[in-house]
């Protein structure tokens, strides 16, 4: 049973940095794809970043490009979200997210391509 469990959220001014963890455990981390997500009150939960299972490659929302970065941890399981130059437009439930799927995704933007999911971890950004 994969279970994905997020941490590092919190409250921070604008202009701010907070790193997010999501550990991971139930299957060989290492083999697979991994996302963030986040949900704004009223909102669709919208895609943030992935990394693929090498860690050679990934992938950003526009909205966040060249202020966050996704890393991963094979040894340690782990999905890392560094989050800085923070906007209060960032505030939102963040939430990591895992496929099914060995190896490669065809759309690592897609919340489709991702079966599992953490329970969440609020970021909050004050002006």
């Known amino acids: 049973q994969v279970q994905l469990v997020e941490s590092g959220g919190g409250s921070v001014q604008a202009g701010g940095s907070l790193r997010l963890s999501c550990a991971a455990s139930g299957r060989t981390f290492s083999m697979y794809a991994m996302g963030w997500f986040r949900q704004a009150p009223g909102k669709e939960r919208d895609f943030v970043a992935a990394?693929?299972?090498?860690?050679?490659?990934?992938y950003y929302a526009d909205s966040v490009k060249g202020r966050f970065t996704i890393s991963r941890d094979n040894a340690k399981n782990t999905v890392y979200l560094q989050m800085d130059s923070l906007k209060p437009e960032d505030t939102a439930v963040y939430y990591c997210a895992a496929p099914r799927l060995l190896w490669s995704l065809s759309n690592y933007r897609s919340a489709g391509q991702y079966d599992y999911w953490g329970q969440g971890t609020q970021v909050t950004v004050c002006s």
């Open positions: 990394i693929s299972w090498t860690g050679s490659d990934t």
